[in-house]
């Protein structure tokens, strides 16, 4: 759910959403952690955020690379990304690099010795997805 970057966009507190909508701060951090909301939760925060219920659900997996924030990311951020839309992609391209990794240093062990020599830019390369995607979870470019 987008609760929470609706909130920092406003840049209101958990406590002033609380105030605003009339529930616990404690449902709101569970909203905002990734659990379901009620339709009586989701009324009231459509309400605050003047917005509709099915904006609420939509979950945020798109990067904005238009935005001034975008551009204030680490350029070497922004190159990784490039061609990246959504954190899945990224994950899956992280995981494809440690399994050709594998298959090359199995390959180069046990069949053609001249697979061997990728497997190490293999795994690097599926390091380096990996770290921006951790980079990009706590930068919230998703």
């Given at each position: 759910?987008?609760?929470?970057?609706?909130?920092?966009?406003?840049?209101?507190?958990?406590?002033?959403?609380?105030?605003?909508?009339?529930?616990?701060?404690?449902?709101?951090?569970?909203?905002?952690?990734?659990?379901?909301?009620?339709?009586?939760?989701?009324?009231?925060?459509?309400?605050?955020?003047?917005?509709?219920?099915?904006t609420l659900?939509?979950?945020?997996?798109?990067?904005?690379?238009?935005?001034?924030?975008?551009?204030?990311?680490?350029?070497w951020?922004?190159l990784?990304?490039?061609?990246?839309?959504?954190?899945?992609?990224l994950?899956?391209?992280?995981?494809?690099?440690?399994?050709?990794?594998?298959?090359?240093?199995?390959?180069?062990?046990?069949?053609?010795?001249?697979?061997?020599?990728?497997?190490?830019?293999?795994?690097?390369?599926?390091?380096?997805?990996?770290?921006?995607?951790?980079?990009?979870?706590?930068?919230?470019?998703?």
């Amino acid at each position: 759910m987008i609760v929470k970057k609706l909130r920092e966009q406003k840049h209101w507190s958990q406590e002033q959403l609380s105030i605003l909508s009339g529930i616990s701060i404690r449902t709101i951090q569970r909203i905002e952690s990734g659990n379901r909301a009620s339709l009586e939760s989701l009324k009231s925060l459509a309400a605050v955020f003047d917005t509709d219920i099915e904006t609420l659900q939509k979950e945020i997996i798109v990067i904005d690379k238009s935005t001034e924030e975008w551009k204030a990311k680490p350029l070497w951020l922004r190159l990784n990304l490039v061609g990246i839309r959504k954190r899945s992609h990224l994950i899956f391209v992280e995981q494809s690099f440690a399994v050709l990794g594998l298959l090359a240093w199995l390959g180069g062990v046990f069949f053609e010795q001249a697979l061997l020599p990728f497997a190490p830019a293999l795994f690097f390369s599926a390091y380096i997805a990996a770290y921006t995607v951790r980079k990009g979870d706590k930068d919230k470019v998703w």
